[in-house]
């Protein structure tokens, strides 16, 4: 049996068909491989943003439906958070800006948004104010998130903060209702 196994194992070793074969897959299997990496992180990096537009329009129609009670950075943060579902570290990695725009003289935001960088000092929230009844606001989310494949595919295309997160930004804009 011993006998039979070794002889079959060198008749294998010796014959050559299927030699190209081989060199094709060893050339094309890492693209494959690469593509199916590239498109899962694609998928969650859509499934992110989905979660943070919904999120953000949820909140949004609460904001402008509640226009006289006071809310905090940290209240909408929260309630972003809370409706968005699935977003990971949502609370520690979320910042919001919002800013009021005069219609007729626009301004938009400015072009870095303010993104929370965990591996510096946490800086103060920069553009907030709430506004009143009738006004045009801007509301700004930036929510940071590791990825899956950072060094591969989109996960390494993605520009990275210190601690080695991507951002994502998500805008809304809305006016006061009056109440």
């Known amino acids: 049996m011993i006998q039979k196994t070794i002889k079959a194992w060198r008749r294998f070793r010796g014959d050559e068909n299927g030699s190209v074969m081989l060199i094709?897959?060893?050339?094309?299997?890492?693209?494959?491989?690469?593509?199916?990496?590239?498109?899962?992180?694609?998928?969650?990096?859509?499934?992110?943003h989905m979660l943070l537009d919904r999120g953000l329009d949820m909140t949004v129609r609460f904001v402008r439906l509640n226009t006289n009670t006071p809310m905090s950075h940290q209240t909408i943060k929260d309630k972003i958070c809370e409706t968005a579902g699935f977003l990971q570290d949502c609370e520690e990695t979320l910042r919001l800006e919002m800013i009021r725009v005069d219609p007729r003289d626009f301004a938009a935001f400015d072009q870095?948004?303010?993104?929370?960088?965990?591996?510096?000092?946490?800086?103060?929230?920069?553009?907030?104010?709430?506004?009143?009844?009738?006004?045009?606001?801007?509301?700004?989310?930036?929510?940071?998130?590791?990825?899956?494949?950072?060094?591969?595919?989109?996960?390494?295309?993605?520009?990275?903060?210190?601690?080695?997160?991507?951002?994502?930004?998500?805008?809304?804009?809305?006016?006061?209702?009056?109440?």
């Open 112 to 179: 870095s948004p303010d993104c929370v960088d965990t591996s510096i000092d946490p800086r103060p929230v920069r553009g907030w104010n709430l506004g009143i009844e009738h006004q045009l606001m801007l509301l700004r989310a930036c929510y940071q998130f590791k990825p899956f494949f950072p060094t591969t595919g989109l996960g390494y295309a993605l520009e990275k903060d210190g601690a080695g997160r991507a951002s994502m930004v998500s805008s809304a804009a809305f006016v006061q209702e009056p109440n």
């Open 24 to 48: 094709e897959f060893a050339i094309l299997s890492p693209l494959l491989f690469g593509c199916l990496i590239m498109s899962v992180e694609m998928s969650f990096f859509a499934i992110r």
